[in-house]
């Protein structure tokens, strides 16, 4: 039996590289797999802590421009993706307004 969802609004597919840093010195390259107004997907190759704080840099493009991104992040889990490393999922803390529209735009 597969458990509910509890994604908190819809994602949307998302291939990017990113920066994850940790501590404000650790920092690991990540690649995003979707994403969302309050979080996103990435995989990795350490396992992640959940409730462990971050930030996460990416770009994206959209509408034909391209974005930088930044927002401080809490990893909400980190599952083995076998290959790949590991999955984890982040929950946004603090985006500023600008992000939000961008994702909420990207998302529709």
Do not use: W
Not at 31 to 43: L, R, V
Not at 48 to 68: E, I, S, T
Not at 89 to 105: M, P
């Amino acid at each position: 039996m597969k458990p509910p969802d509890q994604r908190l609004s819809p994602r949307k597919p998302l291939r990017a590289r990113g920066l994850l840093t940790l501590n404000g010195t650790q920092r690991l390259h990540v690649n995003t797999f979707d994403i969302a107004p309050g979080g996103m997907g990435i995989s990795l190759g350490v396992q992640l802590q959940p409730g462990q704080r971050c930030n996460v840099d990416f770009a994206m493009f959209h509408n034909g421009k391209r974005y930088l991104l930044h927002a401080e992040s809490k990893v909400c889990y980190c599952v083995c993706g076998g290959n790949d490393g590991f999955k984890a999922g982040l929950q946004f803390l603090e985006v500023d307004e600008d992000t939000v529209t961008t994702l909420t735009e990207f998302i529709k």
